[in-house]
């Protein structure tokens, strides 16, 4: 098993930054690729970045591509989106997953509880 918890969401204005994080703990973090994903209200879960176990072969949602970084430091056990000029399009809870890599939520084994993202205008 492995637990993860995501930290840093909150209330930002648009075109402001936010760094979520992704505590992992259990299992080893770094046997297993990385997702984000978010959720908008009344919407379905979307895929919005991924990278493989070494922090490479990352993807971006092209929604989001150019404005939030993904990245790993597997000594910590930790993940992170770095989200920039944010969007109110970006507004949702924002989960991270862990598991084989892909663009799918089946792909992956482990999710955290997710953190909430608001992007005021």
């Known amino acids: 098993q492995v637990q993860l918890v995501e930290s840093g969401g909150g209330l930002v204005q648009a075109g402001g930054s936010l760094r979520l994080s992704c505590a992992a703990s259990?299992?080893?973090?770094?046997?297993?690729?990385m997702g984000w994903f978010r959720q908008a209200p009344g919407k379905e879960r979307e895929f919005v970045a991924v990278?493989?176990?070494?922090?490479?072969?990352?993807l971006y949602a092209d929604s989001v591509k150019g404005r939030f970084t993904i990245s790993r430091e597997n000594t910590k056990n930790t993940g992170y989106l770095q989200m920039n000029s944010l969007k109110p399009e970006d507004t949702a809870v924002y989960y991270c997953?862990?598991?084989?890599w892909g663009l799918g939520e089946r792909s992956y084994q482990y999710w955290g509880q997710g953190t909430q993202v608001t992007v005021s205008s």
């Open positions: 990278c493989d176990l070494n922090g490479g072969n990352i």
């Open positions: 259990g299992r080893t973090f770094s046997n297993y690729a």
């Open positions: 997953a862990a598991g084989l």
